[in-house]
């Protein structure tokens, strides 16, 4: 999904403009990305929490040439679902198991 395809599902679901509805998501992201490079973390109730974390400076290994490298120390952002979404997964979880595969994604 894209954001073309979020902001035609509320604009249809409000009977909104598209033009209307897309200024309204990207707003809401544009404030999402502001408020997590100042405070660095938001909070969405019952959807989850992102926060940003520094991670370390760290070695590794590149595959074509089989030298080991250095990854700088970046930050990055962490995101860990709220209980509405956590619900979610895990009836998708039960449907799983039990053997039908409806709403999940191909890997």
Do not use: C, Y
Not at 10 to 33: H, K, N
Not at 74 to 90: A, C, I, Q, S
């Amino acid at each position: 999904m894209t954001k073309r395809d979020i902001v035609r599902q509320i604009a249809e679901e409000l009977g909104l403009p598209q033009s209307q509805t897309r200024e309204v998501v990207q707003r809401t992201f544009d404030a999402i990305i502001d408020i997590l490079t100042t405070e660095h973390k938001i909070e969405l109730r019952n959807f989850g929490v992102f926060k940003i974390k520094l991670r370390k400076s760290r070695r590794a290994m590149n595959p074509k040439k089989k030298t080991e490298i250095r990854v700088p120390e970046k930050f990055v952002v962490r995101f860990k679902p709220g209980k509405e979404l956590r619900k979610r997964l895990e009836a998708m979880s039960k449907k799983l198991k039990s053997g039908t595969k409806d709403g999940v994604p191909k890997a």
